[in-house]
């Protein structure tokens, strides 16, 4: 395995960073669309209940059934490989703002009204920081979901450490294909691994010190 690796380490490497791409890429559309949603939907009773009832059904999706669909659309690669992503990691980030927003008290809404605050400046300046966590950890879980799925997307031939594991899938039998998909797997892992420790420093970064549990 060692000299598998130090033969092919700039591969794995590229392999690597195209992951953390697309993961990243898909994330930041997602969380876009996601927080923009939760906003629009969190003091709304039906629409609120429709859309974390849609994401929720949508996730249910089999991954591979679902790149299978997008490819007559998208093609191959990046296109299908994206959408997807975004598509499975909205649910954690809609139920996160949704509950977020709620969970601030009325007692601190009311007094920002006391103080003159609008409702937009209430929703910047008290609502959305008092979230901030919660929303946190749904881009989080969103990431962790995502890094599992882009390793799926090499099906649709998607850029990432997929290409690996499926590469030693269709080879099996020969003498490195357990040597590719154990790099594809280790590597999934390890960047899971990573990208979950980033998410907590930046949670502990970006979180006020009275709202740290």
């Given at each position: 395995?060692?000299?598998?690796?130090?033969?092919?380490?700039?591969?794995?490497?590229?392999l690597?960073?195209?992951?953390?791409?697309?993961?990243?890429?898909?994330?930041?559309?997602?969380?876009?669309?996601?927080?923009?949603?939760g906003l629009?939907?969190?003091?709304k009773?039906?629409?609120?209940?429709?859309?974390?009832?849609?994401?929720?059904?949508?996730?249910t999706?089999?991954?591979?059934?679902?790149?299978?669909?997008?490819?007559?659309?998208f093609?191959?690669?990046?296109?299908p490989?994206?959408?997807?992503?975004?598509?499975?990691?909205?649910?954690?980030?809609?139920?996160?703002?949704?509950?977020?927003?709620?969970?601030?008290?009325?007692?601190?809404?009311?007094?920002?009204?006391?103080?003159?605050?609008?409702?937009a400046?209430?929703?910047?300046?008290?609502?959305?920081?008092?979230?901030?966590?919660?929303?946190?950890?749904?881009?989080?879980?969103?990431?962790?979901?995502?890094?599992?799925?882009?390793?799926?997307?090499a099906?649709?031939?998607?850029p990432?450490?997929?290409?690996?594991?499926f590469?030693?899938?269709?080879?099996?039998?020969?003498?490195?294909?357990?040597?590719?998909?154990?790099?594809?797997?280790?590597?999934?892992?390890?960047?899971?691994?990573?990208?979950?420790?980033?998410?907590?420093?930046?949670?502990?970064?970006?979180?006020?010190?009275?709202?740290?549990?």
């Open positions: 395995m060692l000299t598998f690796w130090s033969r092919r380490w700039d591969d794995v490497l590229e690597v960073l195209e992951h953390l791409a697309v993961v990243s890429l898909s994330l930041l559309i997602a969380t876009a669309i996601g927080v923009a949603i629009l939907v969190w003091n009773p039906v629409p609120r209940s429709l859309a974390i009832s849609a994401a929720g059904v949508a996730i999706i089999p991954s591979l059934a679902l790149l299978a669909l997008l490819t007559p659309v093609g191959l690669g990046w296109g490989t994206v959408f997807a992503l975004v598509f499975y990691s909205l649910l954690p980030i809609v139920r996160n703002t949704v509950v977020g927003l709620r969970e601030v008290s009325p007692a601190i809404m009311e007094s920002a009204k006391g103080m003159g605050m609008g409702p400046k209430i929703l910047v300046r008290v609502q959305l920081p008092i979230a901030w966590p919660i929303i946190l950890t749904g881009v989080r879980v969103a990431a962790q979901l995502t890094i599992g799925i882009a390793a799926i997307a099906y649709v031939a998607g990432g450490l997929g290409q690996y594991i590469q030693g899938l269709s080879s099996l039998g020969s003498k490195n294909a357990i040597n590719y998909a154990l790099t594809g797997t280790v590597g999934v892992v390890v960047l899971a691994l990573v990208v979950d420790a980033l998410f907590v420093l930046i949670t502990r970064l970006t979180t006020s010190r009275g709202l740290r549990v």
